[in-house]
């Protein structure tokens, strides 16, 4: 039984270690250039602060509109 659990434990440490690069795709990058990322953080900053703008300017024109 203990030589049974000692070569299972050899064989998965021995197999564990080539399974790092599975994990690795070329379409999802672990590094992404700050000139990539942006163009997304201006259009999310963009959205945020348009959003708001306009959600207190409709809450103000409701409220003088009596509605």
């Known amino acids: 039984m203990k030589t049974n659990l000692l070569l299972f434990l050899i064989f998965i440490s021995?197999?564990?270690?080539?399974?790092d690069n599975l994990n690795k795709t070329p379409n999802r990058p672990i590094e992404v250039p700050?000139?990539?990322?942006?163009?997304?953080a201006?259009?999310?900053?963009?959205?945020?602060?348009?959003?708001?703008v306009?959600?207190?300017?409709?809450?103000?024109?409701n409220q003088m509109l009596g509605t």
Do not use: C, D, H, I
């Open 14 to 19: 021995a197999t564990s270690s080539r399974m």
């Open 34 to 40: 700050l000139n990539t990322l942006l163009p997304s």
């Open 42 to 52: 201006r259009r999310n900053t963009a959205n945020v602060t348009g959003r708001e």
């Open 54 to 61: 306009w959600q207190y300017s409709n809450l103000l024109a």
